[in-house]
């Protein structure tokens, strides 16, 4: 009988084994997914913003602005020159900004979207 119930005892703690290596399987799949959708988001992210800078920076052309910018603000002081910068790159980054949320909005609802 002590045969018996020692395989029988065995069998129990292989099965116990197996169910908590495969619950561990399971945890460690699901994390790994979880992982995969943030790093897919995070570089979709990434390669729209690239996408975008590419886009805009011949069309904004801050080289050739940047002579002109200086012209019509001749009379200004630097720390006025300065604020004045800082208030057009704030206002264009939120037309931007603006812009690639309206823009997906609108590609996902009307049936028009990309990868």
């Known amino acids: 009988m002590s045969a018996g119930s020692n395989a029988e005892k ?19 799949r699901r994390e790994r997914d979880e992982g995969y959708i943030v790093n ?3 570089k979709e992210l990434v390669s729209s ?3 975008v800078v590419a886009a805009l920076f011949p069309i904004v052309n801050p ?37 690639i949320f309206i823009g997906t909005t609108y590609s996902v609802s009307s ?3 990309s990868l």
């Open 63 to 99: 080289l050739g602005s940047a002579p002109i910018f200086l012209i019509l603000t001749r009379g200004l002081s630097e720390q006025a020159r300065a604020r004045l910068a800082r208030s057009i790159a704030v206002n264009g980054l939120g037309l931007m900004v603006t812009s």
């Open 111 to 113: 049936g028009f979207h």
């Open 10 to 28: 065995r069998c129990r703690q292989n099965v116990a084994k197996a169910r908590g290596t495969a619950k561990k399987d399971r945890q460690g």
């Open 49 to 51: 913003a690239f996408l």
């Open 40 to 42: 897919s988001t995070f």
